[in-house]
């Protein structure tokens, strides 16, 4: 058999294969879509605590007159903090460095923490979604430093996943965190720190 012959009797079967292939299956979309508690309800804010902590991270209740010095207290001993260039100038800590976007990843890696907003959250999952807004910066000052500090209003947080996807705009640099980086060896040794920070701490900021 030539190779040209072999080639068309290839292309011959995958047509005849093709031929029958049967129209797409409609996708039965009938998960829940929304959780039976409001955004920010105290059991979402309780449920989500949960699962963040669950997943190794820290979390700080505080209120909006109390969100500035408990920021404090999360980052007092730490000399060198990034923010983004849109983060409430109360939340910033003395000397901080506001990112211009010129920090290199070596630069990153030498920060202490960073700290940002959050676009929303999912109590269910224990998810918190960033989108690059002007409180969250670019990326990589959040994926590059060891340390993440996050500021979670409750209105932001709401109860499935579906809700979540609702609030965020798939054209923005979306980044979907569930706790600290971690990932497993083929023999599940747990390892922190890989693919991002290997410290999350939330503040979480309730209503009123």
Do not use: N
Not at 33 to 40: I, L
Not at 42 to 50: A, G, K, N, Q, V
Not at 124 to 143: E, F, K, M, N
């Amino acid at each position: 058999m030539t190779h040209a012959s072999a080639r068309d009797e290839v292309l011959a079967r995958i047509g005849h294969a093709l031929s029958g292939t049967p129209a797409p299956v409609e996708v039965p979309r009938a998960y829940r879509r929304t959780g039976e508690h409001p955004p920010g309800a105290p059991e979402l804010l309780r449920l989500l605590t949960d699962r963040l902590v669950d997943y190794r991270a820290t979390v700080h209740a505080a209120s909006p007159q109390t969100v500035e010095p408990v920021l404090a207290a999360v980052l007092g001993g730490l000399d060198r903090v990034v923010v983004p260039p849109g983060l409430p100038v109360g939340w910033r800590p003395a000397g901080a460095v506001v990112d211009d976007g010129t920090l290199s990843p070596a630069e990153l890696d030498r920060v202490d923490a960073v700290l940002t907003a959050c676009t929303a959250a999912a109590a269910g999952t224990g998810t918190i979604v960033l989108d690059g807004s002007p409180d969250q910066g670019r990326r990589a000052i959040t994926l590059v430093p060891d340390r993440h500090v996050c500021v979670v209003h409750a209105a932001q947080v709401v109860q499935t996943v579906p809700e979540l996807l609702a609030r965020v705009d798939p054209r923005r640099p979306l980044t979907f965190i569930s706790g600290p980086s971690a990932t497993s060896d083929i023999e599940l040794q747990r390892v922190e720190g890989v693919h991002g920070p290997r410290t999350l701490i939330v503040v979480l900021v309730a209503d009123g």
